[in-house]
């Protein structure tokens, strides 16, 4: 019942349409290249340098159709992808990529009914990418510190008709969430290995914890807090994808790509008091052992000079 309502609200992101309908979201595309994301409202016009475009003309036709400006230009009408709603989105600042998006979805497992967090919510790119997976039945409760961003980000979702599966907060990590039991935690913030007790109370048991930092030595701060917070299961990856020219008598690379998103993070949490060590990968558990070693071979070097350098003093003492 409650699923139902929920889907009510939400009528063209929960199901697949054949026709424009009124009210959901399209695709304009140009043969250039170009991607316009609209709203279809009834009465309304949306213009472009190829020309305009009355929504009364599109409602209703199939998607698929080709049409054309008042000055003759066409544009391909289509389903917009998720991709189309997350690169689309009013940016205030950066955003996760579809790619990274995608995978994280992949790596927390998450499916509809599922209740996720993230912390911040920037401009609700990545949110959207939560939301589309665990709606109709599961909840994003998504975190930002920042009032601007908040907004945008609330504007963002309610247009492309999510935020009926989002509840936000405009709040710090630091504090806490509000919310225990949660099936995964996502962190999207500068130093995320400063609030592991944070993701640690909002996790159930079992939850996945995942993380996107751009940089190497984020990531090494990161690892270590993990190890030390008994987390376990990590993970370092990094996506690249690479776009070809779609010539097939021809077919290559696009000639530039992009070259670094950020990379990503992700852990199981460790709920009995074991051995923190005990869940280290084998090549951090060698990496440890060597370091042990070498530091005992070491002290006895040190002791040995030592005990040679007492000798060589008392030899050349001069007799009594
Ligand atoms: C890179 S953006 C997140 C982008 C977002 N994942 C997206 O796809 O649109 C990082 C956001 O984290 C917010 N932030 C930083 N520290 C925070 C904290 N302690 N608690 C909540 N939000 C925080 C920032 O204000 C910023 O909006």
Same mark, same amino acid.
């Given at each position: 019942m409650a699923a139902n309502s929920r889907q009510e609200k939400i009528p063209w992101v929960s199901t697949h349409h054949t026709t424009a309908l009124a009210g959901s979201l399209v695709i304009l595309a140009t043969a250039g290249g170009k991607r316009y994301l609209i709203a279809l409202r009834p009465g309304q016009t949306f213009h472009t340098n190829l020309g305009h475009f009355r929504h009364d003309d599109l409602i209703g036709l199939p998607l698929g159709t080709t049409v054309y400006s008042q000055l003759g230009h066409p544009v391909l009408l289509m389903e917009p992808s998720l991709s189309d709603l997350i690169n689309r989105i009013k940016r205030n600042t950066q955003i996760i990529y579809p790619k990274d998006a995608a995978y994280l979805v992949h790596r927390m497992s998450l499916r509809n009914g599922d209740q996720v967090i993230e912390a911040g919510?920037?401009?609700?790119g990545l949110t959207i990418a939560l939301a589309w997976a665990v709606a109709p039945a599961g909840r994003v409760y998504t975190y930002e510190v920042r009032a601007d961003n908040y907004q945008v980000a609330h504007a963002n979702l309610e247009r492309v008709g999510l935020l009926d599966n989002v509840s936000m907060y405009q709040q710090s990590v630091e504090e806490g969430f509000?919310?225990?039991?949660?099936d995964a935690v996502f962190l999207d913030v500068?130093? =995320? !290995?400063?609030?592991l007790p944070q993701v640690r109370a909002a996790l159930r048991p079992g939850g996945f914890f995942a993380a996107l930092i751009p940089t190497v030595n984020q990531v090494i701060d990161l690892l270590t807090a993990l190890e030390a917070s008994s987390f376990a299961d990590i993970a370092v990856e990094e996506l690249l994808l690479r776009q070809y020219k779609?010539?097939?008598?021809?077919?290559r690379p696009d000639?530039?790509?992009?070259g670094h998103t950020g990379f990503l993070v992700s852990a199981r949490p460790?709920?009995?008091?074991?051995? =923190? !060590?005990?869940?280290?990968s084998e090549e951090r558990k060698r990496f440890k052992t060597r370091k042990a070693f070498e530091a005992i071979v070491e002290a006895e070097e040190e002791k040995r000079r030592a005990e040679q350098g007492d000798e060589a003093v008392r030899r050349r003492m001069p007799l009594p």
């Open positions: 919510t920037g401009s609700g509000r919310q225990q039991g949660a500068r130093e =995320p !290995g400063q609030y779609v010539v097939p008598e021809r077919l000639d530039s790509m992009v460790v709920i009995d008091a074991t051995d =923190p !060590g005990r869940w280290l």
